[in-house]
């Protein structure tokens, strides 16, 4: 018989509800589980901490009357290289908890558990092909850990989970992030810590419901432009990485904490970055903007206006230049909420442009140019805590 | 049975005799807090005058073994940030907090406003760096690492500002981390350090629960 055992420290994933343990106390024969009529009833079956090292479905039917009662399974801290397929049968399970086994392996039965919202599999032996594709069918997960595993990808079932909340990958071997992640609208939580991640794509900006993003321990040294649309992001953590000068946009978002600390971020003002030489076409290009020379597809050939579309702002907020492909990088200290000077790495229309503008405008039109933090914006952080 | 419990009361110290009488010397208390209470009431104890005995207090901390079941109303966790969960408010002569570090969460670089901090390692594991203080407010230079270590559950540090200034963060992506700590004397603003400048800002600390009710912050 399965008694309620507390929890261990490290099975511990937030607040725990002492509400949901409870002894094993039957007493009725009821054949359909109306767990409501009865004031005490037991719906976990907690094997945790038991040393054991194989699942025996048998005694696991004999440990309740009837399976559909079950809707959590404490298994974690165990010896478990895998578990029984049978485990379908117990369909009102919501919660499923493997952490600290040895798991090499898991059973495509698993993604017929139609009710399944909270599956924790840190701490095992996952593999990327440990995790069997039918597990996209899991279309009611909310909760996936699948930290301290052999992952070397990003599980792309994960991406089909679209009602998924908060997803843990922390301490794995992941490399590359697939540029899918605008499906993942509803992820609170996303955790990449202790990877070997060089690159976070696009795509990541789709995550409108993002809270907390957590990219520390990775080999980053950019985040793509689209990190501005995070709207509700709150908490950015980028310590350890190889930023050496953040993306303005950080600016943009509406941060509460901002983890930096490890990190080769310039200290002093650095003018050692490359500058391409413009080409004709590009000089061109910049005279035909700047001046708003009108053009279209009937003047000039389509690929032509294509490019002249492609022009990019330079970010000195007193210029109105612009700039294609040749562009000098420079790192600007900017006050961040009042505090810390943070380097920002801009893209600027020509090296000389720093300060003063390159391109003076007289025009009252205002382009979409991205500025450097006015006093406004930097007072939104001052609650930031940087570290 | 009886017998047996009677040469317990009489072979260790019996605190209960003490606490009465309100002896300030350590020397006549227990060094064995068997639980959370009991520990609390060694702080009381020892801090009865303005005193504070560091080794006794570093003692009873390092003994003190404490389980689970204790620290639960305490131990919760947020994705975004550490949360500090007070214990007990010690009258005012000290704070006894729990901290929670989910999943790579750490600490700014921060000093200690003229108190005594133990830290007591309850459950995973939490790197502890050390800083030297800036020796130029006015110049900008990289702060000085003074020591990194790990502490490992049960394992007790101490600091104060004359030692340094510290971070503490939880190097796990994996596992949280609970620590235990007592400030002697309390304080709710300090300064915080930023690494590459040694510039410093000052910071209101604050507590998530106390007494395991969340507070209403900020």
Known sequence: ????????????????????????????????????????????????????SKLDINELFASTKNPNCIKNFQLNSNMLLSIPSEIEHFQSLTTIELSNNQLVQLPSELSLL???????????????????????????????????NRLKQFPYQLFQMFNLKEIYLGSNQITFLPDLFHTLIKVEVLYLGGNQIGNVPDSIGYMRSLVVLNLSGNRLRTLPRSISRLTRLKSLSLHN?????????????????????NNPLVVRFVRDLTYDVPTLKELTGRTIKFHKIPYDDRSIPKSLVEYLNSAKSCLNPKCKGVYF??????????????????????????????SAP???????????????PTKDMTNKFKKVLLG | MTEALVNTYTNTNDIQLIRMEYVDKTAHLSTQPNSLNELIDLIYQAFATNDVDIDYVSTIMNNYKGNMKEWLPYMKFQPNKYTRNLVNGGNGKFNLMILCWAEGQGSSIHDH???????????????????AWPNDENKEEQMRIISRTELKEGQVTYINDTIGLHRVENPSHTDTCATLHLYVPPYSQCNIFDERTGRTNEAHVTFYSKGGQLTKNE
């Open chain 1, 1 to 52: 018989m399965a008694t309620a055992a507390l929890p261990t420290g490290d099975d511990y994933e937030g607040d725990y509800d002492f509400d949901d343990d409870f002894d094993d106390n039957f007493d009725d024969d009821e054949e359909d589980c109306i767990c409501s009529s009865q004031t005490i009833f037991n719906d976990t079956i907690d094997y945790s901490h038991r040393n054991i």
């Open chain 1, 114 to 148: 139609k009710n399944l919202k909270n599956l924790y599999l840190k701490n095992n032996f996952l593999d990327d092909l440990a995790l069997p594709k039918e597990f996209e069918q899991l279309k009611q997960l909310e909760v996936i850990n699948l930290g301290g």
């Open chain 1, 241 to 261: 990485n190889q930023f050496s000068a953040l993306p303005p946009d950080i600016i943009r978002l509406d941060l509460q904490e901002l983890s930096l600390r």
């Open chain 1, 325 to 354: 492909e040749s562009y000098h990088k420079n790192i600007k200290f900017v006050d961040f909420c009042g505090k810390f000077y943070l380097p920002l790495l801009q893209f600027l229309c020509t090296p000389a442009c720093t």
């Open chain 1, 358 to 372: 390159t391109f003076q405008m007289t025009s009252s039109e205002s382009d979409d140019t991205e500025n450097i």
């Open chain 2, 113 to 131: 406003t003229n108190s005594h901090c133990f830290m007591k390692c309850l459950q995973g594991s939490l790197i502890e760096t050390k800083y």
